[in-house]
């Protein structure tokens, strides 16, 4: 049964300069446990989308509710509940060390000093940088600022997390790390997680579901990440490039191979082996021949003549 925990409904947003942000079409909305994913072009709105789940803005029409109360109103009610990445992490950082930091917010919570000292601990090692510890911020790259700011969000153990571009100048081992630390949290903690991002290769392995933005904000599509990766209308007016397995597997469509839509390594290499197994019946047996008694493969026979370099 669904449980939403936060709900968005046609929010009119006008910054100082007169920029308008409209976010309707849909409603917004985001189950306990879920793992939601915002996408849409530069400029869209994904930010203030966050920013008004947070309370950060207060909406000039529509609604916004998160734990049943407004944020914008009642934000102090729920901010033990709710940790934050900002895609800026700069605004986010600021204390001078990284124990400054990450232990902000169970300090100025009241929490002991042997609580505030474990909780930091484990939030440092949780996120993989338990060696910065005593680091002055401003001398960390931007990855390890990201990294500093993750900690900082989940210092209090929050069950929804809100996220901003949460992969963004991570190397390729730390993407995955943070892929799989977010899908830890959902799955042993069950962590509900909201993140706007521009990385649709991670979105499959992350995403339960699936928001599209326009420009100026209106929300046009939720579902799956198989809904909406299958949909090349929709990938078209919202500027956002298909993953590669769904560019390959509609590729191999077109040239008449009809393997499904996988958009994980795992099943795309499960339905290649099956589709392998069918094109070429004798091949199991073929290949079963070609083993010694051990197991081993056997070497091909040396070509007759050796081959002329070109
Ligand atoms: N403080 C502000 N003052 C004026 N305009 C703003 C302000 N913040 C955002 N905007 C405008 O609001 C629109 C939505 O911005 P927002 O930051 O929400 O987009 P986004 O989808 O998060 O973009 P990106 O993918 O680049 O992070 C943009 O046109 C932006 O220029
Ligand atoms: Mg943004």
């Known amino acids: 049964m669904s449980d939403p925990i936060v709900r968005v409904s046609c929010v009119r947003h006008t910054y100082p300069d007169r920029t308008e942000v409209h976010l309707c079409g849909l409603d917004f909305e985001v189950d306990r446990g879920q793992r939601v994913v915002v996408l849409g072009p530069n400029g869209c709105g994904k930010t203030t989308l966050l920013f008004h789940i947070l ?14 109360v407004n944020p914008a109103r009642h934000f102090n009610r729920i901010r033990e509940r709710v940790g934050v990445l900002f895609q800026n992490v700069d605004e ?6 990284v124990w400054d930091d990450v232990s902000f917010s169970p300090r100025s919570y009241g929490y002991s000093d042997a609580e505030v000292e474990a909780r930091v601990t484990e939030a440092l090692e949780c ?3 338990a060696h910065l510890r005593h680091k002055v911020c401003h001398h960390l790259s931007g990855g390890e600022k990201r990294k500093v700011a993750l900690a900082g969000a989940l210092v209090l153990n929050p069950e929804l997390l809100v996220l901003d571009e949460p992969f963004e100048g991570l190397d390729p081992a730390s993407r995955t790390d943070l892929r ?3 899908n830890r949290l959902h799955s042993e903690r069950r962590v509900t997680l909201v993140m706007a991002t521009h990385d649709v290769n991670v979105v499959a ?12 904000g209106e929300i046009v599509a939720r579902g799956t990440p198989q809904d909406v990766f299958q949909d090349p209308g929709l990938l078209r007016r919202s500027n956002i490039e298909p993953p590669v397995l769904a560019e390959l597997f509609q590729r191999l469509t077109e040239l008449g191979a009809h393997l499904g839509r996988p958009l ?8 290649l082996v099956e589709w392998g197994g ?3 019946p004798g091949a199991a047996a073929a290949d079963a021949a070609a083993r010694e008694p051990d197991g081993a493969r056997r070497l091909p026979p040396e070509p007759a003549t050796p081959r002329r370099e070109p």
Request: glycine share 10%; charged share 25%.
């Open 92 to 97: 986010q950082i600021i204390a001078p060390t």
């Open 264 to 271: 994980t390594v795992e099943d795309a290499a499960r339905v």
């Open 55 to 68: 309370g950060l803005l207060e909406p000039e029409e529509g609604e916004v509710s998160v734990f049943g």
């Open 127 to 129: 996120v993989g940088i």
């Open 180 to 182: 799989a630390l977010l």
């Open 278 to 280: 069918r094109a070429r």
């Open 205 to 216: 392995a992350m995403a339960d579901r699936v928001y599209v933005l326009l420009r100026g």
